[in-house]
């Protein structure tokens, strides 16, 4: 499939999937999920880490495409709703990690897209916020859910409700993001992380956060029981091998990721 609307640009292990119609602010409409689900779909192998940011220099995403929904019906706007949610969740679903660098505007749409991704760091330029009831509608890609788990519940209705948009500072404060770089090194601090992430193991990386993300909806027990099996499973790889030898060994670890 040729992309229009996202590029898919791999430096070895780390790949960056970029957003790319900064002409309306890389507002995602139904070409730009299928072919986000496509580039997802289709990820070489070798990537280990996936970056997502937005091309252009003002937004990372401005929301859903306002121009796209604004004559629809209902039932459009569920097969719509479906649609993103499809995307958020293969990007959640992946077995790599995944890094969102904001580099500006993370309203609805584009915020639910951060929010789907492993990390959040962003610039100092950014700005965040689920503007959704200021269009009669509520976030329809798992904002009312993703933002209550990641910043509690009575802070994602404040900022629901109000519709209000967060400064980076701001979003950092609350924990929505991790940290504030200056715009010119947000990539490259993004970048350096990927970097620390890949010498890691591939499989423990992928358990970590299996574990993490299927044991936030469970309670603790059934959680440390869902531990307790990952960590037996990495004890058959081969990467298990390799990282507790190469200590033993007084060497960095190189891992086959089996
Ligand atoms: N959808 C479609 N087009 C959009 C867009 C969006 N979400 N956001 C911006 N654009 C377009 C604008 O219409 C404009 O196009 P034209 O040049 O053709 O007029 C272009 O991008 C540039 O935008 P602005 O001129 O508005 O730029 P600005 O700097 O003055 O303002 C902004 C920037 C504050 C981000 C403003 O564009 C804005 O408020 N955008 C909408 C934000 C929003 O409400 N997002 C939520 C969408 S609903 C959603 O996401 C639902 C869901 O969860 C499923």
């Keep these: 499939m040729a992309y229009e ?24 409409n139904t070409q730009t999920f299928l072919e986000m689900e496509s580039a997802l779909l289709l990820l070489p192998s070798q990537v280990r880490v996936l970056i997502v940011t937005g091309g252009g220099d003002k937004a990372f995403v401005a929301g859903a495409d306002i121009a796209e929904m604004a004559t629809i019906g209902s039932a459009q706007a569920r097969e719509f709703s479906a649609l993103g949610h499809r995307v ?27 929010l789907a991704c492993d990390l959040i760091y962003a610039s100092e330029k950014a700005k965040l ?18 933002l209550a788990r990641t910043v509690g519940k009575m802070r994602a209705k404040e900022l629901i409700f109000t519709g209000e948009r967060l400064d980076a500072a701001k979003a950092r404060e609350i924990g929505l993001v991790l940290e504030v770089l200056p715009a010119d090194q947000l990539l490259a601090h993004c970048k ?50 390799e990282g507790m030898k190469a200590f033993l060994e007084k060497r960095p670890a190189v891992f086959s990721g089996r």
């Excluded at 609307?5 to 995602?28: F, H, M, Q, S």
């Excluded at 970097?195 to 936030?216: F, T």
């Design 5 to 28: 609307n996202i590029r898919l640009d791999t430096e070895g292990a780390i790949a960056v999937l970029t957003i790319d119609r900064p002409k309306a602010l890389n507002a995602l």
């Design 88 to 114: 958020m969740h293969l990007l959640e679903r992946l077995t790599i990690p995944t890094i969102a660098a904001v580099n500006g505007f993370a309203l609805g749409g584009g915020c639910e897209l951060a």
């Design 129 to 146: 916020g689920l503007p959704e009831t200021g269009l009669g509608v509520i976030p329809g890609f798992g904002g009312t859910q993703r």
């Design 192 to 241: 350096t992380v990927a970097g620390k992430l890949i010498k890691n193991g591939p499989m423990a990386l992928s358990q970590a956060k299996r574990v993490i993300e299927l044991g936030a909806d469970q309670d603790l027990r059934t959680a440390n029981e869902l531990e307790s099996q990952a960590f037996g499973v990495l004890f058959g790889s081969e990467d298990q091998k």
